[in-house]
């Protein structure tokens, strides 16, 4: 398909063998039908003649309420006790303190993100993008447990994002053989293909995983000669719609480019919410409300002001083919996060060419406990591995291993955890030994609940039903130690198995919605 001829027809495409390149082998034939069946017209979604506040503007008060009212009960409690500090107080006042680094960067992004978003309200709508192509690029492990969701935000790419992107295509990235592959093939149409990876594909270093299918998927974009300036890869996971404001966000950034000559950016990412009807279970579409505050303050810091060392999601990540086409993502066989390596190494070649933009992706909660802990597991193990890869220069490593010496401390930070070794101790003062470290420890309180509570409201603003519930806020709060214990163990595991060094598995958790 020719980008310049701004056609929108496109079928299933697999790469043959003679065409596959001098880094692939293998290929087939496969026949598809070139436009959907009657019964899956699509209507675009246009969006309103004026611009509404951002849907991802995040609020203060949560954070303000809870510093004072922490600070006041611990700075009373402090008055009250007597005697010298024990064991349990020097304990505490290590691990309790420990935070506060990770916790001042994220509230140094949050009100960065509170004063650009004010800003951006008495910005008009931007225009469609008409000069330059718009290339989604979705992989999927092709299971029949995650093709519900892969055709939910496949529908919402056609409806959505042609609105600000008229010359736009969708990628689905697929495994030959896997067994979902006849019905993502129905999903071929009018902007949109299936690219079928051959099993016999091999990268030069060896990459497993979703990095495979991500290279291969980069190497067929330079064969077709869509690695150039004015193509921009969205990248999405299988399970991750949009909307017309993601669409909006995505096309100001791109035309904010084109004034910034030599300082234009080349990479820029949004944040990530949850609706409530994609959920499973509500307690872990609650326990999934820290993510999206995360993206409001320690990303919108990091990959917001230019660098991203801090790395990126996989999804909702928007890359100028170009510098995407110098960087790939052969990163080897042990890589499992392949999206954060991508962000060491961008940061590396490009520093201070990367950007946020206040635009949000639809994704699903896990289904269960324990996809919540599997998930999380797969985090810790790959970004400590990512840590002492030598590949990365140390300088674009370093917030990388302060973030996970503080996440792999986590286990030892619960309050059950601390209780319990004051319980055997016979020691149960908490406090720490100074009052100095009273506000530092208000701030890591108010931070962690500001992360849930704001959460939790992007995330209710992007479900179909906008509204909060009175007991979803109460919860969300109450159930803090829960859900920090279920995020501890899955960090713990992950801990173990980079301790242990044993063969890298890649996770991938079902999304029936």
């Known amino acids: 398909m020719s980008i310049g001829s701004g056609e929108s027809r496109t079928v299933l495409v697999a790469v043959p063998a003679h065409a596959a390149g001098p880094r ?40 303000v309420v809870t510093f004072l009212v922490a600070l006041g009960i611990s700075g009373w409690a402090f008055l009250q006790q007597g005697g010298n500090p024990g064991t349990l107080a020097w304990i505490t006042t290590v691990l309790w303190t420990l935070p506060c680094s990770a916790s001042l960067l994220g509230v140094a992004g949050a009100l960065r993100t509170v004063r650009r978003l004010r800003r951006a309200r008495r910005e008009p709508p931007p225009p469609p993008v008409r000069d330059a192509f718009l290339l989604v690029v979705v992989p999927t492990i092709g299971r029949f447990a995650t093709l519900p969701a892969l ?17 736009m295509r969708v990628d689905i990235v697929v495994e030959q053989g896997c067994e979902a592959l006849a019905r993502i093939a129905a999903l071929a149409g009018p902007q949109v293909r299936v690219v079928v990876v051959p099993r016999a594909y091999r990268t030069p270093a060896g990459t497993r995983f979703k990095a495979r299918a991500n290279h291969y998927a980069h190497e067929l974009r330079i064969r077709e000669g869509e690695a150039r300036d004015d193509v921009w890869v969205l990248h999405m996971d299988d399970d991750t719609g949009v909307d017309v404001d993601t669409g909006a966000a995505m096309a100001r950034f791109v035309h904010a480019q084109r004034h910034r000559g030599a300082a234009a950016a080349h990479l820029a990412q949004g944040v990530l919410t949850y609706p409530r009807e994609h959920g499973a279970r509500r307690l872990l579409w609650l326990a999934d409300a820290v993510r999206p505050a995360c993206d409001l303050s320690v990303f919108a810091l990091t990959t ?79 970004l400590l591995e990512l840590s002492v890869n030598r590949a990365v220069p140390l300088r674009h490593r370093l917030l990388l291993l302060h973030n996970m010496l503080i996440w792999a401390c986590g286990p030892l930070q619960h309050v059950a955890v601390v209780l319990a070794a004051g319980a055997l101790l016979g020691d149960l003062d908490t406090l720490p030994v100074t009052a100095v470290l009273l506000p530092v420890w208000a701030m890591n309180i108010a931070y962690q609940v500001w992360t849930y509570w704001e959460g939790l409201k992007l995330n209710t603003r992007a479900s179909a039903d906008g509204r909060r519930r009175w007991w979803e806020r109460i919860a969300v709060v109450a159930l803090m130690p829960l859900f920090s214990l279920w995020e501890a163990a899955g960090v713990l595991c992950g801990v173990i198995r980079f301790v242990r060094h044993g063969e890298t598995t890649f ?7």
């Open 507 to 513: 996770t991938v958790i079902a999304k029936p919605l």
């Open 304 to 382: 917001g002001t230019g660098t991203p060392r801090a790395g990126v999601h996989g999804e909702l990540l928007l890359v100028r083919a170009s510098v995407e086409a110098g960087i790939g993502w052969d990163f080897g066989p042990r890589a499992i996060v392949e999206d954060a390596q991508f962000a060491l190494l961008f940061a590396d070649r490009h520093p201070g060419r990367s950007d946020w933009f206040a635009g949000r992706s639809l994704g699903a909660a896990p289904a269960s406990v324990t996809d919540l802990v599997r998930q999380r597991e797969r985090w810790a193990w790959g």
């Open 151 to 167: 055709e939910r935000a496949v529908l919402s790419y056609r409806r959505c994002l042609p609105v600000h992107f008229p010359r």
């Open 24 to 63: 692939s082998t293998g290929g087939f034939d496969l026949t598809v039908p070139t436009a959907l069946p009657a019964d899956s017209t699509v209507t675009l979604a246009v969006p309103a003649p004026t611009f509404p506040p951002s849907p991802v503007r995040p609020g203060t008060t949560s954070f």
